[in-house]
């Protein structure tokens, strides 16, 4: 085809064919530029996909630690904080950082004994080591009691108890008590009160029940029955109040205020585990849940066979084995359950061994354990109106 100045147009393929063809090219220079690795401001390298950039690589690290903070702050279990650290190379570099570490919460790294491994060790080696209080009682109660290296385990909840723990403080002053790890002249009673009183201080509801029972008592401390009702009464108003904010689900139910009476007001119907103070008005609700170290213990000596014939603790929300024979305190009516403390005895009396508690016919004395009868406690954590 051409004009009337024999012009010849250019034919319509071609001029098709070369527009694709140049489309083709910037197609080109575009994705040889987009694979690329483009540098940030602060130098770090940005990775594209498809052209477009990856803006989290654009963060500075101090937003990444932020944010890796926060989530291992609220993690719910060990799963949620490892999946973040597996996204990538830099999240799992940045996630072992000492102010993520810092921060992390104990479910982060409670773990169950079934899952422990030189790995995990090794994870909360390394929160004690950035600071988190949290993983220092965790350890140092896994070192003492599972893997009994007592001195490490002593020293790791000793550097939480420096940091106002009350879980640690109230920890060793039950091995002040008992002389765990040592022999039975090792026993410090004033040192374990003032432990318990430091705990008791700062609302630990464990050590305002084991603190009521020694001044009932007068056990390491002047007698002062006045003094240990108030705190037993303190005990028991905390542990209320705990068990109503943790248990949002009992109290749209409704089913807590159900009214059963207890077995002796009841002419011997049995009533089912509840709430240690609650049940003393005859009502049922869920107990509170025991700290992650505690059910640790529990998980990782059931269905152990203890050597030397020692003993666990038969609270069920304890789970602190014996380090020597006889060293835990005994039920002086059956003989058949021990305890690490007097709260574990005065919370089991509540909860289950009062249902249980028979006189024994025998009972074989092989030793020199300690005896201690139920009737005080049982008076001890009733709350008069």
Known sequence: MSTRREISYKKVNNMCYEKRRRDDNIMGEKIKRSRKRLKSSSGTPVATVSGRCDFLETLPDDIVLFILAKLGATAACPADFVSVLSTCKRLNALGVHSIVLSKASPKAFAFKSENWSESAHRFLKQCSDAGNIEACYTLGMIRFYCLQNRGSGASLMAKAAINSHAP????????????????????????????????????????????GHCLQDGYGVRQNIAEGRRFLVQANARELAAVLSTTPSALMSGNWMTWNPLPHLRHGNMVGPGCSLLSDFGCNVPSSEPHPSNRFLTDWFSGKILSSGLRLCSHAGCGRPETRKHEFRRCSVCGAVNYCSRACQAL?????????????????????????????????MVVES
């Open 348 to 380: 089991d009396w509540k909860m289950r061994h009062k249902m249980e508690c028979t006189l024994a016919d025998t009972r074989v004395d092989d030793g020199d354990g300690e005896d201690n009868g139920n009737a005080n406690y049982d008076d001890g």
């Open 168 to 211: 640690a403080l109230y920890s060793l002053a039950v091995i002040q008590f008992n002389g765990s790890g040592g022999l039975k002249t090792d026993k410090d009673l004033r040192a374990g009160v003032a432990l318990c009183a430091r705990a008791a201080f700062l609302g630990h509801i464990d050590a305002l029940r084991e603190l």
